[in-house]
């Protein structure tokens, strides 16, 4: 989809249209100090999986990430542990971690154009605070909802139907950076938008079934966000 002005009554948001944003390679740039925590906590561990494999599972949460990178009997072996190991390692890395370019103005446009945003994250609350403090917007989100607000973690659509209820909303657009984000979203009757500053290409974003592939979310200052609620059934 092209992005584009909106341009007249019939493009502006009716109330209830709800923005909901990932947080973790979507509003702050974390993903690869994830990947490098939960690398080290898997070497910690003697388990030998490759950095890659890892980054391509982060996105999804805590709870089905070992099983999907390592197998389930790693899962049931070192689960928690390597959870622990994980969080601590993360704890370490979080001073490291910035806002993404364009994160504080796409949020701050949306709200100004009447949207209603709500953040739907696998990720901790107190990683999703630390995020949300980081850039800046905290005030103008209607809900925030994390792993503990929903019963199965992403790529099910809990954690993005948990937000849209809070936020009060009737339908959204989801905006996320991952193949899960977009698989939620699907789940959920939504669009998603993504970026690739999570570290998937295009084309596999567009294969899952992105609406709209952008490098940035600075990118996604000017597009026609009514029409993307739309594209949603």
Same mark, same amino acid.
């Given at each position: ?119 739907? %994250? ?24 994390? %792993? ?8 099910? =659509? ?26 939620? =979203? %699907? ?14 290409? =295009? ?19 000017? %597009? ?10």
């Amino acid at each position: 989809m092209s992005a584009g002005t909106p341009d007249g009554p019939a493009h502006r948001p009716r109330p209830g249209d709800t923005v909901i944003f990932d947080v973790d390679g979507t509003l702050v740039d974390s993903t690869y100090h994830h990947a490098l925590a939960w690398h080290r906590a898997f070497k910690e561990c003697s388990v030998d999986v490759p950095l890659w494999r890892v980054h391509r599972a982060v996105g999804m949460g805590g709870d089905r990430l070992v099983s999907a990178v390592a197998g389930e009997q790693v899962e049931q072996e070192h689960g928690d542990r390597l959870r622990e190991l994980w969080e601590a390692g993360y704890d370490e890395l979080l001073p490291e971690v910035d806002p993404l370019p364009g994160a504080a103005d796409l949020v701050r446009r949306l709200h100004e154009q009447g949207f209603v945003l709500a953040v739907g %994250s696998s990720g901790k609350p107190k990683y999703t605070d630390a995020a949300l403090d980081a850039v800046g917007v905290r005030d103008l989100f209607a809900a925030v909802t994390t %792993s503990e607000d929903a019963q199965e973690s992403k790529p099910a =659509a809990d954690i993005l139907r948990a937000a849209l209820e809070a936020a009060g909303g009737s339908r959204a657009v989801v905006v996320g950076d991952t193949p899960y984000d977009v698989e939620a =979203a %699907s789940s959920l009757g939504a669009a998603c938008v993504t970026v690739r500053t999570g570290g998937f290409g =295009a084309e596999e974003l567009e294969a899952a079934g992105a609406a709209h592939v952008a490098d940035g979310l600075e990118d996604l200052l000017d %597009s026609d966000w009514a029409a993307f609620v739309t594209r949603g059934r």
